[in-house]
C-alpha cells in the first residue's frame, strides 16, 4: 500500500514521482514541482520512504563496502527515473536546421524593452549548444547553454538591453544525437555571426517568418545541414591589409533564407484558429487540445500541433498579464505529458512571476494546470 514519502510510478500512463499527501483514494504526486492527484490503486511503489531515507544517510564503508554500496545507490536511482518521452520523428528531419530568434518583449517599446531569445531546433536530432557573445576587442562570454528536444523552439535567455552594446559578434556551438536509434553522424559545429546591435531599435527590423509568428530578429545557424558561416571578403590586390580577412555577412541571403517557406507542405497547412476562453466564475478556461485550434490536423507533424498549443498559450497569457489576480486554466489533457512539459518551460523562464498550480481534480480531471496572474 502507498504511503506518504514513497517514490512510485504510474500504472496506466507515463510518470511518476514522491507522494507527498493522501485524502481519501487519492495520492498527490510531487512531479517536476506539480502536484498530480492520482488514485492510490493507480500508482506502482518503486522506492519506499524508509529506503528513500537509508540511500540519503551518509556512512564511512571500507573501500570494498563503498563499491557495494554505490551499486546499490546507482541501481536504486535508476528505478526510480521516469521513462523518457518517446521521439516522433519528422519526414525530412535528418537534414539539420537551427535558427535563433530575438523576440521583443514589448514591441511598442523598443526603446526600453527587452528581448527573449529562442532557438528552433528543426530536426529529429537532440542538439546540445552553447550561446556566446563578444564585444569588438574582448574575449567570448558564455550566456547560455542546454539541450534542445527534436523538432522544438525553446527558451534559451532573456537579453537585457544593457548587453546589446556587448553583443557586436554572436557564437553558436552544437553536438547532435540521437537516443535510442541509429543515426548518421552530424559534425560538431562553430558558427560566429556579425550582428548590428542598432537593428533591435528599429521597428522594421523585426519580422514574421517560418519559425515565428510575432515579429523578431531571426538568425540562420544550421540550414540544410550547412553551417550559416559568415563570408570573406575577397580582397583585391589594391585593398588595404587591414580589410584582408575580414568577415562580411551577406544580408541578402539572410533575408532571403528568412522568408523562404520550410516547405511546399506549409502553404497547404490547415488554418489555425484562437481558442475561446469560457468564464466560469472567476476563471477562465482555456482548451489547448489540437482539436480545438484546427479543423483538421492533416499535413501537420507532431511538432506542428506543439508549437501551434504554445503559441496559442502564450496568446492568451500575453493578453492577461495586465490583469492582475486572473485566474487562467489550462486544458492540457494528460497523455505523454509532452505539452504540459513545454507549458511548465515557458512557465518557469517566460512568466516566473505568475503562481501555478494544479487545477481542480474534481472540475477538471488530471489533465490542466491553473495559472494565477500576479
Not at 512531479?31 to 490503486?41: A, M, N, R, S, Y
Not at 551577406?250 to 533564407?257: C, F, L, R, S, V
Not at 520550410?262 to 487540445?289: S, T
Amino acid at each position: 500500500m502507498a504511503q506518504i514519502g514513497d517514490q512510485v510510478r504510474y500504472l496506466n500512463a507515463v510518470g511518476g514521482g514522491r507522494i507527498v499527501r493522501i485524502e481519501g483514494q487519492l495520492a498527490y504526486v510531487d512531479e517536476d514541482g506539480f502536484e498530480t492527484p492520482v488514485l492510490i490503486k493507480e500508482c506502482v511503489v518503486v522506492a519506499h520512504a524508509g529506503q528513500e531515507a537509508s540511500r540519503t544517510t551518509f556512512v564511512q564503508p571500507t573501500p570494498k563496502a563503498s563499491l557495494a554500496v554505490g551499486a546499490q545507490q546507482k541501481d536504486t536511482v535508476k528505478a526510480i527515473e521516469p521513462a523518457p518521452i518517446p521521439v516522433v520523428e519528422t519526414d525530412g528531419g535528418d537534414v539539420m536546421n537551427v535558427v535563433l530568434g530575438y523576440e521583443p518583449v514589448d514591441i511598442k517599446r523598443l526603446s526600453e524593452t527587452e528581448f527573449d531569445l529562442y532557438i528552433v531546433n528543426d530536426s529529429n536530432y537532440y542538439i546540445a549548444y552553447t550561446y556566446l557573445t563578444r564585444a569588438d576587442g574582448e574575449g567570448w562570454v558564455m550566456r547560455a547553454r542546454g539541450v534542445v528536444d527534436p523538432n522544438i523552439q525553446e527558451f534559451v535567455c532573456e537579453v537585457k538591453r544593457a548587453d546589446l552594446s556587448r553583443m557586436d559578434n554572436i557564437a553558436v556551438q552544437l553536438m547532435a544525437w540521437k537516443e535510442g536509434r541509429n543515426f548518421d553522424l552530424k559534425p560538431a559545429v562553430t558558427v560566429e555571426k556579425t550582428l548590428d546591435p542598432t537593428k533591435f531599435f528599429k521597428l522594421h527590423c523585426f519580422r514574421e517568418g517560418e519559425y515565428f509568428d510575432k515579429p523578431t530578429i531571426a538568425v540562420d545557424i544550421v540550414r540544410d545541414d550547412k553551417p550559416c558561416v559568415a563570408k570573406i571578403a575577397v580582397a583585391s590586390a589594391n585593398d588595404a591589409p587591414a580589410h584582408r580577412g575580414t568577415h562580411k555577412v551577406d544580408a541578402k541571403e539572410i533575408e532571403k533564407a528568412m522568408r523562404t517557406k520550410k516547405n511546399a507542405d506549409m502553404r497547404h497547412a490547415p488554418r489555425p484558429r484562437h481558442a475561446q476562453p469560457v468564464k466560469n466564475g472567476g476563471i477562465l478556461e482555456v482548451d489547448l487540445h489540437i482539436d480545438q485550434l484546427v479543423d483538421t490536423t492533416a499535413g501537420m507533424s507532431p511538432a506542428d500541433m506543439l508549437n501551434l498549443q504554445i503559441d496559442e498559450f502564450r496568446r492568451i497569457m500575453d493578453a492577461n498579464m495586465r490583469n492582475h489576480g486572473q485566474r487562467i486554466v489550462f486544458i492540457h489533457g494528460k497523455g505523454e505529458g509532452v505539452l504540459r512539459k513545454a507549458l511548465t518551460k515557458e512557465l518557469n523562464y517566460r512568466y516566473k512571476t505568475c503562481l501555478v498550480q494544479d487545477a481542480s481534480f474534481q472540475e477538471y480531471g488530471y489533465g490542466a494546470t491553473q495559472v494565477t496572474i500576479p
